[in-house]
């Protein structure tokens, strides 16, 4: 007994506008990602020209974030 596997052009239309709409937001996703990443990167260049490199005893969690930044960027 063989079994019909096919579907009707609504049916296809329906899950063509479908893969589309989940393209679109993934491309949208991926933009603010990138512009996330992109303001992340400048951030730290200015946190590494500010001296965030350099451990202050009274500060201590300064140092801890920028490493933290840095190790997610790699």
Avoid: P
């Avoid at 052009?9 to 996703?29: I, N, P, R, V």
């Avoid at 990138?34 to 200015?46: I, K």
């Amino acid at each position: 007994m063989s079994e019909n596997n096919t579907v009707s052009m609504h049916e296809f239309l329906c899950m063509k506008q479908t893969a589309e709409s989940y393209m679109e937001l993934m491309d949208a996703h991926a933009k603010e990602l990138d512009r996330a990443m992109e303001l992340l990167r400048r951030a730290e260049v200015e946190m590494r020209y500010a001296g965030w490199t350099k451990y202050e005893s009274d500060n201590s969690a300064r140092n801890w974030v920028y490493e933290q930044i840095v190790r997610f960027l790699k």
